[in-house]
């Protein structure tokens, strides 16, 4: 079992060392560049964070090895339909730990974490990718999501309804 864990002193160095597949680097973001558009809509600029989105960020954990990193946003309007949303803004596993079902898992834990609603309430929440990432597709309808359309740079957009 997968754990979610806060990234903090002790382990942002391993985070930003995790790595996907060579051939995944087009469609994930660094890690190093997520933990820095992490800080900037966070609690330490929350003028920012309140006026567009805040992050959140997380190392996952198998037992005690960092083996991926998620990050949810949430709006209050967000960019799909202008109503309070969160968002699985980004999702990796290193890839030396891929094809353990952990993706899924990670996907089942943070969904359980927005239903607490810790920075409001929303009704539903979002996913997007790029159209070529067929693996990102499996993952989120396999997990509920439902495709509703694409935004300007035709990344696909898929949503879950939360259920209280």
């Not at 109503?83 to 079902?101: C, F, S, T, V, W």
Request: contains cysteine.
């Amino acid at each position: 079992m997968i754990e979610l864990r806060k990234i903090d002193h002790s382990n942002w160095l391993s985070c930003i060392a995790l790595e996907v597949a060579d051939e995944q680097r087009q469609y994930v973001n660094p890690n190093l560049f997520s933990l820095a558009e992490a800080y900037v809509y966070s609690d330490t600029n929350k003028e920012d964070a309140e006026n567009y989105y805040r992050c959140i960020p997380f190392a996952l954990y198998h037992r005690e090895e960092m083996i991926g990193f998620a990050l949810i946003t949430y709006e209050k309007e967000h960019d799909f339909d202008n109503k309070p949303a969160y968002e699985l803004y980004r999702l990796m596993i290193d890839k030396k730990h891929q094809g353990n079902g952990y993706g899924r898992e990670a996907i089942q834990i943070l969904l359980a974490y927005i239903k607490t609603f810790p920075y409001g309430e929303a009704k539903c929440v979002y996913a997007e990718w790029h159209p070529d990432n067929k693996a990102s597709e499996r993952l989120c309808t396999a997990s509920g999501f439902l495709i509703v359309g694409t935004d300007d740079d035709g990344a696909v957009i898929a949503r879950l309804e939360l259920n209280g």
